[in-house]
């Protein structure tokens, strides 16, 4: 059974940083698309950042603040973000589909992890 694991979160003063892990267990995602996602009370989920073998693509809502990365020798997708705001309060949740096509609406991945929860303080 697949399952995407979500760590790194937390409480953090506003200007901080946090670094989201995201580890698949089950398989190898190294030819998945792997995308952050966050949902804050009473919205929608958000997407945030994507990225494949072949594409990066990060919401403009987060550009220059938030960074995704991966290192396929680990398994591991993050999602580093500096900067913080308190509208940046959410869970934040890794997601991952099969291919190179990176996707920013949640309805295209096929896998979820359960979520970390970022609270940023002001």
């Known amino acids: 059974q697949v399952q995407l694991v979500e760590s790194g979160g937390g409480l953090v003063q506003a200007g901080g940083s946090l670094r989201l892990s995201c580890t698949p267990s089950?398989?190898?995602?190294?030819?998945?698309?792997m995308a952050w996602f966050r949902q804050a009370p009473g919205k929608e989920r958000e997407f945030l950042a994507a990225?494949?073998?072949?594409?990066?693509v990060h919401a403009d809502s987060v550009k220059g603040r938030f960074t995704i990365s991966r290192v396929n020798a680990v398994n591991t997708v993050y999602l580093q973000m500096n900067s913080l705001k308190p509208e940046d309060t959410a869970v934040y949740y890794c997601?991952?589909?099969?291919?190179?096509?990176?996707?920013?609406?949640?309805?295209?991945?096929?896998?979820w992890g359960q979520g970390t929860q970022v609270t940023v303080s002001s």
């Open positions: 997601a991952a589909k099969p291919g190179s096509r990176v996707a920013t609406t949640t309805v295209e991945y096929d896998y």
């Open positions: 089950g398989r190898s995602f190294s030819t998945y698309a």
């Open positions: 990225i494949s073998w072949s594409q990066t």
